[in-house]
């Protein structure tokens, strides 16, 4: 199994910026891939942005060019540096591992954007 803790979230004003982090533990070597989610209220959990184990990157249109993901491997967590926010990107945001036996999610962590 694997155990995701989201934390950075907040509330920023637009134009503002947040920095996600995901700590993961348990069996990480089996993950291909991680992710950041969001779920705005009323609507349908969306990718955000993913870094597969190899390194590769894959963004959601609404992310391209204001976030950013990375991970450290020594400290097993990925990042999502957020810049430029939007009141549009109020959301949870949830991490999310792609393990060989399963996929496994956080428990969230809230983002407010202010106009």
């Known amino acids: 199994q694997v155990q995701l803790v989201e934390s950075g979230g907040g509330m920023v004003q637009a134009g503002g910026s947040l920095r996600l982090s995901c700590a993961a533990s348990g069996s990480i070597f089996s993950i291909n891939a991680m992710g950041w989610y969001r779920q705005a209220p009323g609507k349908q959990r969306e990718l955000v942005a993913v870094?597969?184990?190899?390194?590769?990157?894959n963004y959601a249109d609404s992310a391209k060019g204001r976030f950013t993901i990375s991970r450290d491997n020594a400290k097993n967590t990925v990042y999502l540096q957020m810049n430029s926010l939007k009141p549009e990107d109020t959301a949870v945001y949830y991490c999310?591992?792609?393990?060989?036996?399963?996929?496994?999610w956080g428990r969230g962590t809230q983002v407010t954007v202010s106009s």
């Open positions: 870094i597969t184990s190899g390194g590769s990157t």
């Open positions: 999310n591992a792609d393990h060989d036996e399963a996929n496994y």
